[in-house]
T-cell receptor
Framework: AQSVTQLGSHVSVSEGALVLLRCNYSSSVPPYLFWYVQYPNQGLQLLLKYTTGATLVKGINGFEAEFKKSETSFHLTKPSAHMSDAAEYFCAVSDRSGGYQKVTFGIGTKLQVIP | DVKVTQSSRYLVKRTGEKVFLECVQDMDHENMFWYRQDPGLGLRLIYFSYDVKMKEKGDIPEGYSVSREKKERFSLILESASTNQTSMYLC?????????????FGDGTRLSIL
């Protein structure tokens, strides 16, 4: 069974500082990995996805994530935090289960950006 | 862009009522999903559908049912609402069962059961 662990349910950074949100996964097969962002009172929006190929994936709003198979990690980074980045971020792994796509989400990390 | 529309942003109902949550997607996606989101628990899958009139149970189907009479519409039904079903409900769709397809979400319905 696949699972996703997001370390730190709350992360605070200063505006302009590096953002690092951690995600580790377990999967019995090579995974497809996603990061989603949820702004207050909205649904989830896709930030980026890893399928195959390049291990460094660039997403929207200046975010990127690196797939490290040896560490089973897919951490999300942004060089310089902006106030508008304050939101909740979810890591997800997609696998096949019973013939269907099975997506497992982490519990989320709330990012606070301090002026 | 894919648009997934949930009929209500906020809903207040009473214990024992039958509650309908509606979701419509406009991109001819094959798959549709219902999740509930609770603090500290992330997203949990209630039901999903891979075709019209087809449905499969997710991880927490108890107390819920679904209906998909048309490809673009997926309804979640709380047969007899209870207070422990107070939650944020999110509908999502995806193009196909290829596992690299992302899901597209609606803005959610915040449901309170009194």
């Amino acid at each position: 069974a696949q699972s996703v662990t997001q370390l730190g349910s709350h992360v605070s950074v200063s505006e302009g500082a590096l953002v690092l949100l951690r995600c580790n996964y377990s999967s019995s097969v090579p995974p497809y990995l996603f990061w989603y962002v949820q702004y207050p009172n909205q649904g989830l929006q896709l930030l980026l996805k890893y399928t195959t190929g390049a291990t460094l994936v660039k997403g929207i709003n200046g975010f990127e994530a690196e797939f490290k198979k040896s560490e089973t990690s897919f951490h999300l980074t942004k060089p310089s935090a902006h106030m508008s980045d304050a939101a909740e971020y979810f890591c997800a792994v997609s696998d096949r289960s019973g013939g269907y796509q099975k997506v497992t989400f982490g519990i989320g990390t709330k990012l606070q950006v301090i002026p | 862009d894919v648009k997934v529309t949930q009929s209500s942003r906020y809903l207040v109902k009473r214990t024992g009522e039958k509650v309908f949550l509606e979701c419509v997607q406009d991109m001819d996606h094959e798959n549709m999903f219902w999740y509930r989101q609770d603090p500290g628990l992330g997203l949990r899958l209630i039901y999903f559908s891979y075709d019209v009139k087809m449905k499969e149970k997710g991880d927490i189907p108890e107390g819920y049912s679904v209906s998909r009479e048309k490809k673009e519409r997926f309804s979640l039904i709380l047969e007899s609402a209870s207070t422990n079903q107070t939650s944020m409900y999110l509908c999502a769709s995806s193009l196909s069962w290829t596992i690299n397809q992302p899901q597209h979400f609606g803005d959610g319905t915040r449901l309170s059961i009194l």
